[in-house]
């Protein structure tokens, strides 16, 4: 294997030695589908968050933001289809060692076509191609599995007590859509926007932050005229691919799937898949972006009895049409890792660093005093790195190790430059370059002498 291939082993890895990423409850041996952020990761997660914010709903004229409940009244999930068939996953067992398995992943695992298939289709061609168990075992016939987690509410056990966390964060914002109307008076085309957690009892949890059975969203509900939902949803179209550029990933390592009919969910007259090419992976869901017609809005009107119609200014009453992005927190994090992570060749050596983008690194610059044993060098570089963390907050101390081993470290973690107060800036070999500082380039490794008094502006223009 070449040093310079990008793994899904050497992200993972390298998640787990810097704090971006830990598996969940691990002193217990773990909790299959849950991750832990560490503080690298839950920075870059809120930078990505912050980001998304900014561009969908602080930047734009039609956006509006919520932040719902995550436990909702189960009528909710009834009207919205999520208790029934509309939200199950095919489930196969090893008839020999009881592990649940989703039937369709092992169909494609053989290589078998297996969007929108029906349990005695999955049936018919496991027995067809004598598709087994990953243990070579025989499977159990395939049966729905819902996805929802259940739990309850109150003192009480029983149904009347029954809940479920939200398996997507979708529908905090249909049953909010009269509050949002009625107290801001929005103008069609408009969009609701909500991050939030949501959670699905996934049959496989698998490949790090791409399956988990506790995630991230950041959804839109963009409503629209029925009539125009079509050039609405070629202008969001755009917007999204401009998320993806401003996340840094290259264009050819993003492609959109339209996904076939017979694949929708069930709420979806079109969705296309936007897929990131993780490495080892290829091709797989980063986003989606769903017409999701009047139906959510028009289930809940039925099943709440409860007006959602919108009414124009000339009096015309409808329930709008939906348009629908939604974006995986998790997966947008792997796809920016996946992009970021280079290696290269350094003084001999071969480095590994995350060329993250400015906005999305944890902390934007270190700061190190040369020596740490010199009190007066630490003093001037206590100095300068508490002007910068008032002026951009995610700014590290770092005065471990020798100079080296602090570059490497921050290279691995992405930090855009690392400043270092030596005796120059103290005057004390070149006078010239009194109260001046080196700030070296993350990327080039390439290092330039800057006065302190330029440092906030210097940071805050460059790109790298
Ligand atoms: N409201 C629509 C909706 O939830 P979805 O395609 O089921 O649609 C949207 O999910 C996005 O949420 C996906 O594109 C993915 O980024 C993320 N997602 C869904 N299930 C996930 C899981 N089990 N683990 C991590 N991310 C997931």
Same mark, same amino acid.
């Given at each position: 294997?070449?040093?310079?291939?990008?793994?899904?082993? $050497?992200?993972?890895? !390298?998640? +787990?030695? #810097?704090? *971006?990423?830990?598996?969940?409850?691990?002193?217990? /041996?773990?909790?299959? %589908?849950?991750?832990?952020?560490?503080?690298?990761?839950?920075?870059?997660?809120?930078?990505?968050?912050?980001?998304?914010?900014?561009?969908?709903?602080?930047?734009?004229?039609?956006?509006?933001?919520?932040?719902?409940?995550?436990?909702?009244?189960?009528?909710?999930?009834?009207?919205?289809?999520?208790?029934?068939?509309?939200?199950?996953?095919?489930?196969?067992?090893?008839?020999?060692?009881?592990?649940?398995?989703?039937?369709?992943?092992?169909?494609?695992?053989?290589?078998?076509?297996?969007?929108?298939?029906?349990?005695?289709?999955?049936?018919?061609?496991?027995?067809?191609?004598?598709?087994?168990?990953? $243990?070579?075992?025989? !499977?159990? +016939?395939? #049966?729905? *599995?819902?996805?929802?987690?259940?739990?309850?509410? /109150?003192?009480?056990? %029983?149904?009347?007590?029954?809940?479920?966390?939200?398996?997507?964060?979708?529908?905090?914002?249909?049953?909010?859509?009269?509050?949002?109307?009625?107290?801001?008076?929005?103008?069609?085309?408009?969009?609701?926007?909500?991050?939030?957690?949501?959670?699905?009892?996934?049959?496989?949890?698998?490949?790090?932050?791409?399956?988990?059975?506790?995630?991230?969203?950041?959804?839109?509900?963009?409503?629209?005229?029925?009539?125009?939902?079509?050039?609405?949803?070629?202008?969001?179209?755009?917007?999204?691919?401009?998320?993806?550029?401003?996340?840094?990933?290259?264009?050819?390592?993003?492609?959109?799937?339209?996904?076939?009919?017979?694949? !929708?969910?069930?709420?979806?007259?079109?969705?296309?898949?936007?897929?990131?090419?993780?490495?080892?992976?290829?091709?797989?869901?980063?986003?989606?972006?769903?017409?999701?017609?009047?139906?959510?809005?028009?289930?809940?009107?039925?099943?709440?009895?409860?007006?959602?119609?919108?009414?124009?200014?000339?009096?015309?009453?409808?329930?709008?049409?939906?348009?629908?992005?939604?974006?995986?927190?998790?997966?947008?994090?792997?796809?920016?890792?996946?992009?970021?992570?280079?290696?290269?060749?350094?003084?001999?050596?071969?480095?590994?660093?995350?060329?993250?983008?400015?906005?999305?690194?944890?902390?934007?610059?270190?700061?190190?005093?040369?020596?740490?044993?010199?009190?007066?060098?630490?003093?001037?570089?206590?100095?300068?790195?508490?002007?910068?963390?008032?002026?951009?907050?995610?700014?590290?101390?770092?005065?471990?190790?020798?100079?080296?081993?602090?570059?490497?470290?921050?290279?691995?973690?992405?930090?855009?430059?690392?400043?270092?107060?030596?005796?120059?800036?103290?005057?004390?070999?070149?006078?010239?370059?009194?109260?001046?500082?080196?700030?070296?380039?993350?990327?080039?490794?390439?290092?330039?002498?800057?006065?302190?008094?330029?440092?906030?502006?210097?940071?805050?223009?460059?790109?790298?």
């Amino acid at each position: 294997m070449s040093t310079t291939e990008t793994t899904m082993e $050497k992200i993972v890895s !390298l998640c +787990k030695r #810097r704090g *971006f990423v830990f598996q969940g409850s691990e002193i217990y /041996g773990g909790l299959k %589908g849950t991750w832990d952020l560490g503080p690298l990761g839950v920075a870059l997660n809120n930078n990505i968050k912050r980001e998304w914010w900014k561009m969908f709903v602080e930047d734009r004229e039609d956006m509006y933001g919520l932040d719902a409940a995550i436990l909702m009244n189960a009528k909710v999930w009834e009207a919205s289809g999520h208790t029934g068939a509309g939200f199950c996953d095919p489930l196969v067992e090893d008839t020999k060692t009881g592990e649940r398995y989703r039937a369709d992943h092992l169909l494609k695992d053989a290589g078998i076509a297996a969007d929108g298939l029906t349990i005695d289709d999955i049936d018919r061609l496991i027995a067809e191609h004598g598709v087994l168990s990953p $243990k070579g075992n025989p !499977l159990s +016939k395939a #049966r729905q *599995f819902n996805m929802m987690f259940e739990t309850t509410i /109150g003192a009480t056990a %029983g149904p009347a007590g029954l809940v479920y966390l939200r398996p997507e964060t979708a529908q905090g914002i249909f049953v909010n859509f009269k509050n949002v109307v009625d107290t801001m008076s929005p103008k069609l085309p408009f969009g609701i926007a909500q991050i939030g957690k949501a959670f699905r009892n996934e049959i496989a949890p698998r490949d790090f932050l791409f399956r988990v059975r506790e995630f991230e969203q950041m959804e839109i509900e963009y409503f629209v005229k029925e009539g125009e939902w079509e050039v609405r949803f070629e202008a969001l179209r755009q917007d999204i691919w401009k998320w993806f550029d401003h996340l840094g990933l290259r264009r050819e390592k993003v492609r959109e799937y339209d996904v076939p009919e017979n694949d !929708l969910a069930h709420y979806s007259r079109r969705t296309i898949d936007f897929e990131y090419d993780y490495p080892g992976k290829g091709f797989d869901e980063l986003a989606g972006f769903a017409y999701r017609t009047d139906h959510d809005l028009r289930s809940h009107q039925t099943a709440s009895g409860v007006s959602l119609e919108y009414t124009e200014p000339d009096g015309t009453k409808f329930i709008p049409h939906v348009l629908e992005p939604s974006f995986g927190v998790g997966r947008a994090l792997t796809a920016v890792l996946c992009e970021a992570y280079t290696e290269d060749e350094m003084n001999g050596e071969v480095r590994s660093y995350l060329k993250l983008p400015v906005h999305l690194a944890p902390y934007r610059a270190c700061v190190s005093p040369l020596l740490k044993n010199k009190p007066q060098l630490v003093e001037k570089a206590r100095e300068v790195f508490l002007v910068l963390k008032k002026e951009f907050g995610n700014i590290a101390w770092d005065d471990n190790g020798n100079i080296g081993k602090r570059y490497r470290r921050h290279d691995e973690i992405g930090t855009p430059a690392c400043i270092v107060i030596d005796f120059d800036t103290l005057g004390e070999e070149n006078p010239a370059n009194q109260d001046t500082v080196t700030i070296r380039n993350r990327d080039t490794g390439a290092q330039e002498r800057v006065a302190i008094t330029e440092l906030v502006n210097k940071l805050t223009i460059a790109t790298v």
